[in-house]
């Protein structure tokens, strides 16, 4: 384990409570909690799987916050939650069997590319909601990108909402109220997959995830709160601005 003090903990839990109400608003969550986990000396592994652990409690409260615009979706959300659960679980076991060299060369590039994609949310949402077009639904393609979806979520996870709300946007003609329920309970069930293996792979910092857990909760619900009245283009803007810098800063190191 690694040795943290009881400041770094209050800053963790800081970032965990930016990360929910990020989350639960725009996306993008973990570009704040995971360099603040490396920053305080939490090597790049341990942090994305404690931070993996600590994020799961927020995606939860964001399915019971929708939980109405999902009825009548069980019969064909099913082979996607399979999907998810599959891609979440290798993703996960990915990032264990990956060397933490390897996994620190990757990361700037993640970062960035998790930035762009968030930065482009609109633009891509755009694209797929064009006004009267009907999307076809090609059950194998979709369940098959949810599960390539899983596999990037499981390993770093920054920017899979937006990865699912484009894949269930290009193969579905639902609501974007309802796809956007269902981009949560599928982010859900790639987390809790993950969480559920890196419990058990020894590179979770315990002490972090006591802290960081119900903050992450209570950031969601604050964020839930908050989607009404603070502009999610915004924040996004903000998000996307530091994780171009964080990106930056993790290139020069």
């Known amino acids: 384990m ?44 341990r942090a994305n799987a404690t931070n993996t652990v600590s994020l ?4 939860l409260g964001g399915v019971s ?3 109405d615009d999902l009825g009548g979706l069980s019969k064909s959300v099913r082979p996607q939650l399979v999907a998810a659960a599959i891609g979440g679980l290798a993703g996960s076991i990915l990032l264990i069997v990956t060397s933490e060299s390897v996994f ?8 960035l590319a998790s930035s762009i ?24 393609a979709q369940t098959l990108c949810v599960g390539l979806a899983g596999v990037y979520g499981g390993y770093f996870g920054a920017g899979l909402g937006i990865m699912l709300i ?36 020894g590179k979770v910092e315990w002490s972090l995830v006591v ?28 998000v996307v601005a530091f994780g171009v810098i964080v990106a930056i800063i993790y290139f020069l190191k």
Not at 56 to 59: E, Q, S, V
């Open 166 to 201: 484009a894949v269930l946007g290009l193969f579905s003609d639902l609501p974007l109220t309802r796809l956007n329920a269902v981009k949560l309970l599928l982010a859900f069930v790639v987390n809790l997959f993950a969480a559920m293996f890196l419990c058990f792979s």
């Open 117 to 140: 994609l968030l930065g482009t949310q609109d633009r891509l949402r755009g694209w797929i909601f064009k006004p009267g077009e009907q999307h076809g639904t090609h059950v194998v």
């Open 211 to 238: 802290v960081m857990a119900p903050a992450a909760l209570l950031g969601g619900n604050l964020g839930g709160r908050l989607a009404k009245s603070l502009p999610p283009k915004k924040l996004r803007v903000f």
């Open 65 to 67: 916050a929708q939980r």
């Open 2 to 45: 690694t040795d943290i003090s009881a400041l770094a903990h209050v800053g963790a839990a800081a970032a965990a409570v930016g990360a929910g109400m990020v989350n639960a608003i725009a996306g993008g969550g973990t570009l704040i909690s995971f360099p603040v986990l490396t920053a305080i000396g939490v090597p790049s592994v």
């Open 104 to 111: 620190r060369a990757l990361v700037p590039f993640l970062i």
């Open 56 to 59: 799961l409690p927020g995606y």
